[in-house]
């Protein structure tokens, strides 16, 4: 069961330091992202996440996310 949903802000470590962005997806079953296999289950799911400043879109497990607000 995922333990965040779509539209919570939340934010992560990244190599430019910490970044917060809207989850806009929630993905329980494996899935190709950037031309690899992103693997996950629906007890440890991956968000598709975008970023408040520059509209990218990453990639995580709930383990590398906190909720803000």
């Known amino acids: 069961m995922a333990e ?3 539209g919570d ?8 330091g910490r970044v ?10 494996d ?3 950037k031309g690899y296999t992103r693997h ?3 007890e440890d799911p991956q968000y598709e996440i ?6 990218h879109v990453a990639m ?3 383990a590398a996310l ?3 607000g």
């Open 9 to 16: 802000h939340v934010s992560w470590n990244s190599e430019a």
């Open 60 to 62: 995580h497990r709930g």
């Open 50 to 55: 975008r970023s408040d400043t520059t509209d």
């Open 31 to 33: 899935f190709a992202f």
């Open 20 to 29: 917060s962005g809207v989850i806009t997806r929630v993905h329980t079953h």
């Open 4 to 6: 965040f949903a779509i």
């Open 40 to 42: 996950c289950t629906p």
């Open 66 to 68: 906190t909720k803000l």
